[in-house]
């Protein structure tokens, strides 16, 4: 099993800067990919980014230039950094991982993007 625990969410400016963490535990050999997903009030959840295990990114258009993500391995913990926000960010962020063709995800973390 994989648990994640997600961090680091709150209230910003437009234009201002949070970071997200994700907290991987369990067993976390064979994770393959890391990513965040958000869903906004009567949205779908939408895919915003992921990392694979050699370290590869990739992020939908719209987080592109403005959202970047980072991983720490000894301490299993996955970063994404969110600078010039804006008010379509606001949404429900969570973190996923895919181990052995098993999605695990963490029960998420609220950005309010609102001046």
């Known amino acids: 099993q994989v648990q994640l625990v997600e961090s680091g969410g709150g209230l910003a400016q437009p234009g201002g800067s949070l970071r997200l963490s994700c907290a991987i535990s369990?067993?976390?050999?064979?994770?393959?990919?890391v990513g965040w997903y958000r869903q906004a009030p009567g949205k779908q959840r939408e895919f915003v980014a992921e990392?694979?295990?050699?370290?590869?990114?990739n992020y939908v258009d719209s987080v592109k230039g403005r959202f970047t993500l980072s991983r720490d391995n000894a301490k299993n913990t996955v970063y994404l950094q969110m600078s010039s926000l804006k008010p379509e960010d606001t949404a429900v962020y969570y973190c996923?991982?895919?181990?052995?063709?098993?999605?695990?995800w963490g029960q998420g973390t609220q950005v309010t993007v609102s001046s």
């Open positions: 996923t991982a895919i181990r052995l063709a098993t999605s695990y």
């Open positions: 369990g067993t976390t050999s064979s994770i393959n990919t």
């Open positions: 990392i694979a295990r050699r370290g590869t990114t």
